[in-house]
């Protein structure tokens, strides 16, 4: 059932860890020690699964051909309906976030955003960002560029951006193999890589999770508490 170890997304949700591959969508049972694989023979739009997010019960993955909900609880993927989301369905979604309120949902056609409970959908930005982040009064994404927006206006914060996240005034990201860590206050970096632990030569995705890092590689996951080494 696992294909590689390249993974695009993870997340937990009680005792289900949640993998989002180039095969679909992985979930482990990590009391049962089971392993099942959602395909596009269960109906997922498509086999990439590039993030996954929760709210109210649901996971919403974003893949190569739109946006697919799956139910926690009833364990199967959920038809949008008529639901704007599908106005998106021939387009690659490269990353989700979400907050109480809304959905944000980084297309090809662009930055969107969706109220909860509703289903129209927004057009916040024309650029097409790989991945984003809410941000205080505003939110971030990139584009090759890491833009920041807030209230409409987009800001460049930084120009060569693969990935990235930002821990509180820290800002890890990655250009191309490349791996930096900036205090965007003194503007200090340390360089990471491979001979540090970093499992693959590609980070697909960072997430950063209080004290720890996460990496997504293409040789796997790795977390490292990076705040043991850095004064946050």
Request: proline residues 1%; glycine residues 10%; charged residues 20%.
């Amino acid at each position: 059932m696992i294909q590689s170890r390249g993974v695009n997304a993870i997340h937990s949700v009680g005792s289900m860890l949640l993998l989002g591959t180039m095969y679909g969508l992985l979930i482990l049972d990590t009391f049962e020690r089971k392993w099942e694989l959602i395909s596009t023979q269960q109906g997922l739009s498509d086999a990439a699964v590039w993030d996954i997010i929760e709210h109210d019960g649901s996971v919403y993955l974003a893949t190569a051909k739109g946006i697919n909900e799956f139910s926690i609880k009833d364990n199967r993927l959920i038809p949008l309906g008529d639901s704007e989301l599908m106005q998106l369905s021939n387009q690659n979604i490269y990353d989700l976030e979400n907050d109480l309120t809304s959905l944000y949902i980084a297309a090809e056609s662009g930055l969107y955003i969706m109220k909860w409970g509703e289903s129209n959908l927004s057009l916040l930005s024309k650029r097409m960002f790989t991945n984003i982040t809410i941000e205080d009064g505003g939110i971030s994404g990139n584009d090759g560029q890491l833009i920041v927006i807030r209230d409409g206006v987009e800001h460049i914060y930084h120009h060569e951006v693969t990935a990235y996240t930002f821990c509180d005034k820290f800002l890890w990201r990655s250009i191309g193999r490349a791996l930096t860590l900036t205090d965007t206050i003194t503007h200090q970096s340390w360089e990471y890589g491979t001979e540090d632990g970093i499992p693959g030569n590609t980070v697909y995705s960072l997430h950063c999770e209080g004290n720890w890092v996460q990496f997504l590689t293409n040789n796997g996951v790795a977390y490292y508490n990076w705040t043991n080494y850095h004064e946050f």
